[in-house]
């Protein structure tokens, strides 16, 4: 073969597969944003940072979920937008940094159709100003720079990433293969076989949780404070509500970072509290904060007969069904009672300080 033949032969091939990566990425991101089942794929982990930019750009929702691996397996958008009326987005990463949180808010609030924007204030307790951002975290995918201006040459940053790179052909396939396992009219609910936010903690797994979360604590250093006041920054000027709250993890691993560091836990809230006030008496966009991390029927939930939580996957991650219940609280149309709300409570550190009290229940019941 001449070199001029092989040279032909070889641009032919290497154009061919590219062409046909890029049309399986383009069918597959199509099936899976139409498919009836295919928003409840958004609660799934895999290169979820390399899609969800661009899926935020396609599906254009009103409701954004922000936050890590507790808010991604806990808020599936099949579930919310049915109940509630709304079009959401889970924008949920695993393992996010407070600098990756914020930068997701600001993405968020970017898109003109969002009015509100619901962020777990756990999400801002990891990373590090030496280490800001996760692998596979790329700041070009966003609508807006870190100082807020539009992201130079996104289209092409958002189109190679989404038709040609190999993060995106996993992740449709991953989605290709689990939406087709699908029985007809099945939902992700009927299938916890196949996605796994639908599935339940077990006594057997309580115990390799808590032994694996022993060293676990909470607290904010000045920089993560730094990212939570951005991400507050992003939706000052803007009509978007922003809702930041305190996941409900079980109480047994809160009791542990009582243990651990229950000063840097209070101290946490306690900021997140002041920075909310601090927002809300200057800007015109609201922020409201919401404490699930008490002890209530649902962090101090038992077993059942068989031996399974029903509203745990595990110690800190709870199912959809509950971030479902949470959603309507926060937005104030469950018709639930709830006194989670410290937004405008003037009560509000004092309750937060109760959690002194509220451990040494917990601790009681469990001897």
Same mark, same amino acid.
């Given at each position: 073969?001449g070199?001029k033949t092989?040279?032909?032969?070889?641009?032919?091939?290497v154009?061919? @597969?590219?062409? *046909?990566?890029?049309?399986f990425?383009?069918w597959a991101?199509?099936y899976?944003l139409t &498919? %009836?089942?295919?928003?409840?794929?958004q609660t799934?982990?895999?290169?979820?940072?390399v899609l969800?930019p *661009?899926?935020?750009d396609?599906?254009? #929702?009103d409701? !954004?979920f922000?936050g890590t691996?507790d808010?991604?397996? $806990? =808020?599936?958008p099949?579930l919310i937008?049915?109940?509630y009326?709304?079009h959401?987005?889970?924008?949920? +990463?695993?393992s996010?940094?407070?600098?990756e949180?914020?930068?997701m808010?600001q993405?968020?609030?970017?898109?003109p159709?969002v009015?509100?924007?619901f962020v777990?204030?756990?999400s +801002? @307790?990891? $990373?590090?100003i030496?280490q %800001?951002?996760?692998g596979?975290f790329?700041?070009?995918r966003?609508?807006?720079?870190?100082d807020?201006?539009p992201? %130079?040459r996104?289209p092409l940053?958002?189109?190679?990433?989404r038709y040609?790179?190999?993060?995106?052909?996993?992740?449709?396939?991953?989605?290709?293969?689990m939406?087709?396992?699908l029985?007809?009219?099945e939902?992700?609910?009927?299938?916890p076989?196949?996605?796994s936010?639908?599935?339940?903690m077990?006594?057997?797994?309580?115990?390799?949780d808590?032994e694996?979360r022993?060293?676990?604590?909470y607290?904010?250093?000045?920089w993560?404070?730094?990212?939570?006041?951005?991400a507050l920054d *992003?939706?000052?000027?803007?009509?978007? &509500?922003?809702?930041?709250?305190f996941? #409900?993890?079980?109480?047994a691993v809160v009791?542990?970072y =009582?243990?651990?560091?229950?000063e840097g836990?209070?101290?946490?809230?306690?900021?997140?509290l002041a920075? !909310?006030?601090?927002?809300?008496q200057?800007?015109r966009?609201?922020?409201?904060?919401f404490?699930?991390?008490?002890?209530d029927?649902?962090?101090?939930?038992? #077993?059942?007969?068989? $031996?399974?939580y029903?509203?745990?996957i595990d110690?800190v991650h +709870?199912?959809?069904?509950?971030?479902?219940?949470?959603t309507g609280?926060?937005?104030?149309?469950? /018709?639930?009672?709830?006194? *989670?709300?410290l937004? /405008?409570? %003037?009560?509000?550190?004092s309750?937060? $300080?109760q959690?002194?009290?509220?451990d040494?229940?917990w601790?009681s019941?469990?001897?």
């Amino acid at each position: 073969m001449g070199a001029k033949t092989y040279l032909i032969w070889f641009l032919a091939t290497v154009t061919g @597969a590219v062409i *046909a990566i890029a049309g399986f990425n383009a069918w597959a991101d199509r099936y899976i944003l139409t &498919h %009836p089942a295919g928003p409840s794929f958004q609660t799934v982990s895999g290169f979820e940072r390399v899609l969800k930019p *661009a899926w935020l750009d396609s599906i254009k #929702p009103d409701a !954004v979920f922000i936050g890590t691996s507790d808010i991604r397996q $806990g =808020f599936d958008p099949v579930l919310i937008n049915r109940t509630y009326n709304v079009h959401a987005f889970n924008y949920g +990463f695993s393992s996010v940094t407070a600098y990756e949180t914020r930068r997701m808010v600001q993405d968020a609030a970017a898109q003109p159709q969002v009015r509100n924007i619901f962020v777990s204030a756990n999400s +801002f @307790a990891g $990373g590090s100003i030496a280490q %800001p951002t996760t692998g596979g975290f790329d700041e070009l995918r966003l609508s807006v720079t870190p100082d807020g201006t539009p992201t %130079p040459r996104r289209p092409l940053w958002l189109f190679t990433t989404r038709y040609l790179s190999g993060g995106a052909t996993g992740m449709h396939a991953t989605g290709l293969y689990m939406l087709a396992r699908l029985k007809r009219n099945e939902t992700a609910k009927d299938r916890p076989d196949i996605f796994s936010a639908y599935s339940h903690m077990t006594k057997a797994s309580f115990a390799r949780d808590m032994e694996r979360r022993a060293g676990r604590s909470y607290s904010l250093s000045d920089w993560q404070r730094e990212q939570l006041r951005g991400a507050l920054d *992003a939706v000052c000027s803007k009509p978007i &509500h922003l809702y930041l709250f305190f996941p #409900p993890e079980h109480f047994a691993v809160v009791d542990r970072y =009582f243990a651990n560091d229950a000063e840097g836990l209070i101290n946490f809230k306690l900021a997140v509290l002041a920075d !909310v006030r601090a927002h809300n008496q200057t800007c015109r966009g609201k922020a409201s904060l919401f404490d699930f991390m008490t002890l209530d029927n649902i962090t101090g939930e038992k #077993p059942d007969s068989s $031996g399974v939580y029903p509203d745990y996957i595990d110690l800190v991650h +709870f199912t959809p069904r509950i971030g479902t219940v949470l959603t309507g609280i926060m937005l104030g149309t469950s /018709g639930l009672a709830s006194d *989670a709300d410290l937004t /405008g409570d %003037p009560f509000a550190e004092s309750r937060i $300080g109760q959690m002194i009290q509220e451990d040494k229940v917990w601790r009681s019941e469990k001897r």
